[in-house]
């Protein structure tokens, strides 16, 4: 029997495994119920941080795991600015802000964070939308951070933590949007020229990225590449133009060294798979969701492009995963086997991130009928 491991590694190579690989995306919020403790406590005091929380949620229902740890070109090549995170406003449920601070510039970061006891925090939210001001009057140091490795080392660190249980991965600069939010839909159609600059500056980024890790002595096992609601935000004629040159590019560089590469990108994603199939080298896609939430068929896609793609998704995150009985996910998994496993390069997911309270029972029925009606 194959290790999580050599199970994805081999659907990653287009090689066939001893049975579906199941990955459900449980990346953020079931790891953190697990632990028991407040939110605040793994995304602002490291404790665990949530690398450590997810590796340890993915033993725990034996998932065959993916984690991808984004690191910037600075932390590439070891020259980072110096940001630290500050608390700019306590409320009296426990709940606080926070504001990062550059030592080097003297500057505030533009946005603030929330941080709940029960919820991951809520990011990018700007300071007047709370009643707080650009640049606060008063805070106060984060005391008892745990402290961990950063950079190349802290990859290396999850790599030895993640071991036979997944893959591990790094951001290829690639994305599949380069717009969002209303304001720059309507900016992009006054004026796209500030949005071609933003593709050119995409590609040069993908080009630096790509070559510091053609020259790392241990290269991850995937590269990421995608972008959250990549058509939701833009037109397919959007991405098009802007973004699908940068996935492109990141692709065909990875597969020069011989890297798996993986978008993700939730919402509608029908003419994304369609693109990245026939014009691009990427090797994975999810998460394939269903209508309304996506435009996704998995059998439609398995027949069209299973042939260039590996194809993981697609279970229904609240309506099969959050509230459907132990049967109801059991069926769901059977089918999207049914409907993709055929040849392999399928990989068993979930439609996007599950909710913190999805039952555990049903995440290891998926994987139960990964091991078992997923046999090869």
Same mark, same amino acid.
């Given at each position: 029997?194959?290790?999580?491991?050599?199970?994805?590694?081999?659907?990653?190579?287009?090689?066939?495994?001893?049975?579906?690989?199941?990955?459900?995306?449980?990346?953020?919020?079931?790891?953190?119920?697990?632990?028991?403790?407040?939110?605040?406590?793994?995304?602002?005091?490291?404790?665990?941080?949530? !690398?450590?929380?997810?590796?340890?949620?993915?033993?725990?229902?034996?998932?065959?795991?993916?984690?991808?740890?984004?690191?910037?070109?600075?932390?590439?090549?070891?020259?980072?600015?110096?940001?630290?995170?500050?608390?700019?406003?306590?409320?009296?449920?426990?709940?606080?802000?926070?504001?990062?601070?550059?030592?080097?510039?003297?500057?505030?970061?533009?946005?603030?964070?929330?941080?709940?006891?029960?919820?991951?925090?809520?990011?990018?939210?700007?300071?007047?939308?709370?009643?707080?001001?650009?640049?606060?009057?008063?805070?106060?140091?984060?005391?008892?951070?745990?402290?961990?490795?950063?950079?190349?080392?802290? !990859?290396?660190?999850?790599?030895?933590?993640?071991?036979?249980?997944?893959?591990?991965?790094?951001?290829?600069?690639?994305?599949?949007?380069?717009?969002?939010?209303?304001?720059?839909?309507?900016?992009?159609?006054?004026?796209?020229?500030?949005?071609?600059?933003?593709?050119?500056?995409?590609?040069?980024?993908?080009?630096?990225?790509?070559?510091?890790?053609?020259?790392?002595?241990?290269?991850?096992?995937?590269?990421?590449?995608?972008?959250?609601?990549?058509?939701?935000?833009?037109?397919?004629?959007?991405?098009?133009?802007?973004?699908?040159?940068?996935?492109?590019?990141?692709?065909?560089?990875?597969?020069?060294?011989?890297?798996?590469t993986h978008a993700h990108?939730?919402?509608?994603?029908?003419?994304l798979v369609r693109m990245?199939?026939?014009?691009?080298?990427?090797?994975?896609?999810?998460?394939?969701?269903?209508?309304?939430?996506?435009?996704?068929?998995?059998?439609?896609?398995?027949?069209?492009?299973?042939?260039?793609?590996?194809?993981?998704?697609?279970?229904?995150?609240?309506?099969?995963?959050?509230?459907?009985?132990?049967?109801?996910?059991?069926?769901?998994?059977?089918?999207?086997?049914?409907?993709?496993?055929?040849?392999?390069?399928?990989?068993?997911?979930?439609?996007?991130?599950?909710?913190?309270?999805?039952?555990?029972?049903?995440?290891?029925?998926?994987?139960?009928?990964?091991?078992?009606?997923?046999?090869?």
């Amino acid at each position: 029997m194959m290790t999580s491991r050599e199970r994805l590694l081999a659907v990653l190579h287009r090689e066939m495994p001893d049975c579906v690989p199941c990955c459900p995306d449980i990346s953020n919020m079931v790891p953190c119920r697990l632990t028991g403790k407040p939110f605040w406590d793994i995304y602002v005091y490291q404790n665990p941080p949530l !690398w450590k929380a997810y590796i340890d949620a993915l033993r725990y229902f034996d998932i065959d795991g993916g984690f991808e740890l984004e690191l910037s070109l600075s932390d590439l090549s070891g020259d980072k600015p110096e940001w630290e995170r500050r608390i700019v406003r306590r409320d009296r449920d426990g709940s606080f802000v926070t504001q990062e601070y550059c030592r080097q510039t003297g500057e505030w970061s533009k946005r603030v964070e929330v941080h709940t006891r029960d919820n991951p925090p809520a990011w990018g939210i700007r300071p007047e939308k709370i009643g707080l001001p650009a640049v606060p009057k008063t805070w106060e140091a984060v005391n008892g951070i745990r402290q961990w490795p950063a950079g190349l080392e802290l !990859w290396k660190l999850i790599k030895k933590e993640m071991g036979d249980q997944g893959v591990i991965g790094m951001s290829s600069g690639g994305v599949t949007c380069l717009i969002s939010g209303p304001e720059e839909v309507c900016a992009y159609y006054d004026d796209p020229s500030p949005f071609y600059q933003r593709r050119q500056q995409a590609l040069r980024r993908v080009e630096t990225v790509m070559n510091r890790i053609a020259k790392l002595d241990e290269k991850p096992d995937f590269l990421f590449c995608g972008s959250s609601g990549s058509l939701i935000w833009q037109t397919p004629e959007i991405l098009r133009e802007l973004s699908l040159p940068v996935l492109k590019k990141a692709a065909e560089m990875a597969c020069d060294l011989g890297i798996p590469t993986h978008a993700h990108s939730c919402g509608p994603e029908k003419e994304l798979v369609r693109m990245a199939a026939e014009e691009t080298k990427l090797t994975v896609i999810d998460p394939l969701e269903i209508p309304p939430m996506g435009d996704c068929d998995l059998k439609e896609l398995k027949g069209r492009y299973g042939h260039k793609l590996v194809l993981k998704g697609n279970l229904h995150t609240t309506e099969v995963m959050l509230r459907g009985s132990v049967d109801v996910v059991a069926r769901a998994a059977r089918q999207a086997i049914d409907d993709a496993a055929r040849g392999g390069g399928f990989i068993l997911s979930t439609g996007d991130q599950c909710g913190r309270d999805t039952p555990d029972e049903n995440i290891r029925m998926m994987v139960d009928a990964a091991r078992t009606y997923g046999r090869y």
